[in-house]
C-alpha cells in the first residue's frame, strides 16, 4: 500500500535521488537526439509511478524538472513525449495542475500525458508495443509491487531504452522471508534466484545479507539484457543502515559511464577522490579509519596484473577496466600518472608535451600507455 506521507517533505534523498534521475536525463537526451532525428524524431520520458507535481513543502518532484528542461531546449521541446502514471487518483490530480501550471508549457509539442493506472502486467504489455522511440524509464515505487523483472526487461528492450528504478531495499530485504508477498518476490527476482536468495539469507548477518540481494538483482538483470547495471545506495539519517537503492540498467557502456560520473557527483564521500556510490546524510565518524583503505592504490595494482605487457591507450584502458568497479575517468588518470612516476609504465608522449589540468599532468584518451611485463 502506498504512504503519502513519503511525499510530504522532500527529504535530502528524495532531491539527490531526483537530482541523479533530472541530470542523466538531460546528458541521456544530448546523446539519443541527432540519432533520433534520423529515425522517430522523437525522444520519451516514462515515470510509472510519478507522484505529485510537488512536495508538501513546494519543492518539484522529478517530472516537473524534466518538463523544464525540455522547455527550455529547442530540439526537446519538439521532440519529447511524456507519460506520468500513478494509481493514486490525488496524485496525478496534483501532478496535472502542476504541470498546466508550468511557464510556457505551450511550448512543449507533445502534450505531457498523465494516467491513473495501477502498474502490473496490462502496463508491461501496453510497453511492450512501443517501438523505436529511445526512452528513458525511471520506475520509483513505494515498495515494490508492481516492480518486476518482466516490466524492467520490457522497458530496456530497444535501442536507446534506459531504465532507472528504486529498489527499496528495507522492504524487500524482509518480503523475501514473508510468504504472503512471496509471488512479488519471486516476480521481481525470477522464482529460482528468489528460492536460492531464502536459502542463502537464513544464517547470514544485516550487511552481508545487502550485499546478497544487490548482487542476486544485478546480476538478474544482466540476464535479461541489462548489461551495464550501477547501483547507488542511501543511507538513513544516522548513516548505520541502509534504506533503498538507486539502480540504474543499460544495454550500452557509454550510458554507464555518464550515470558513473553523475552518481560519483552526488556521492557524499570519496576514498582517495574514487567516490562511495553511496548518499549518506551523517559525516564519516571515524576518520582516521575511514582513510586506512585506500582504493586508488588498489587501482594501481589492479591494472599492472590485468594489464601486463601489453600496451593501450587511455581510453581503452579505462573502457576494458570500469564496469563493474567504482572508479571513474579522473581516478584511472591519477593512478596512471603515479604508476609513470614509480616507472612502472612507459608512456608515448613525456610528460613535458603532456596538457595540464589545474596545473597538474593528465593523460588525453589517446596517449598510448605501455605496462611493462610481470
Not at 533520433?36 to 507522484?51: C, E, P, Q, T, V
Not at 583503505?293 to 588498489?298: A, I, K, N, W
Amino acid at each position: 500500500m502506498a504512504d503519502n506521507s513519503f511525499f510530504d517533505e522532500s527529504r535530502e534523498n528524495s532531491l539527490v535521488k531526483s537530482e541523479i534521475v533530472a541530470k542523466y536525463f538531460w546528458a541521456w537526451a544530448k546523446v539519443i537526439i541527432p540519432t533520433a532525428k534520423k529515425r522517430s524524431n522523437k525522444i520519451a520520458y516514462i515515470d510509472l509511478f510519478s507522484g505529485p507535481g510537488r512536495y508538501q513543502d513546494g519543492s518539484k518532484s522529478t517530472p516537473l524538472l524534466i518538463l523544464e528542461r525540455a522547455i527550455a531546449d529547442p530540439d526537446m521541446s519538439q521532440m519529447l513525449v511524456t507519460l506520468f502514471n500513478d494509481k493514486d487518483s490525488n496524485n496525478t490530480h496534483s501532478l496535472q495542475q502542476a504541470i498546466e501550471s508550468i511557464p510556457d508549457i505551450n511550448r512543449l509539442r507533445h502534450e505531457p500525458i498523465v494516467l491513473n493506472k495501477e502498474v502490473g502486467e496490462e502496463i508491461v504489455q501496453e510497453i511492450k508495443k512501443i517501438n523505436n522511440v529511445p526512452t528513458l524509464f525511471f520506475i520509483d515505487p513505494w515498495g515494490y509491487k508492481g516492480l518486476s523483472l518482466g516490466l524492467i526487461g520490457a522497458v530496456i528492450k530497444d535501442w536507446g531504452c534506459d531504465c532507472i528504478f528504486f529498489f527499496n531495499y528495507n522492504r524487500i530485504n524482509m518480503g523475501l522471508q514473508n510468504t504472503a508477498v512471496k509471488k512479488h518476490m519471486d516476480s521481481l527476482f525470477g522464482k529460482e534466484r528468489a528460492e536460492n536468495l531464502r536459502e542463502q539469507l537464513e544464517s547470514k548477518q544485516p550487511d552481508e545479507r545487502e550485499l546478497i540481494i544487490v548482487e542476486a538483482i544485478c546480476q538478474a538483470l544482466k540476464e535479461i539484457g541489462g548489461e551495464f547495471v550501477l547501483p547507488f545506495c542511501f543511507k538513513n539519517e544516522s548513516g548505520n543502515r541502509t534504506t533503498h537503492h538507486l539502480i540504474f540498467v543499460s544495454k550500452n557502456v557509454l550510458g554507464y559511464s555518464i550515470m558513473k560520473e553523475i552518481m560519483a557527483g552526488e556521492s557524499s564521500s570519496a576514498k582517495q577522490g574514487v567516490p562511495s556510490f553511496e548518499y549518506n546524510p551523517a559525516p564519516p565518524r571515524y576518520p582516521l579509519l575511514y582513510e586506512l583503505y585506500r582504493p586508488l592504490d588498489e587501482l594501481e595494482n589492479l591494472l599492472l596484473d590485468e594489464f601486463a605487457g601489453q600496451t593501450l591507450t587511455m581510453e581503452k584502458v579505462y573502457n576494458q577496466h570500469q564496469v563493474g568497479k567504482s572508479y571513474i575517468k579522473k581516478n584511472y588518470k591519477q593512478a596512471l600518472l603515479k604508476l609513470e612516476q614509480q616507472g612502472k609504465i612507459i608512456v608515448d608522449q613525456p610528460a613535458s608535451k603532456r596538457r595540464k589540468y589545474k596545473g597538474e599532468i593528465t593523460f588525453g584518451d589517446q596517449v598510448e600507455i605501455t605496462f611493462l611485463p610481470k
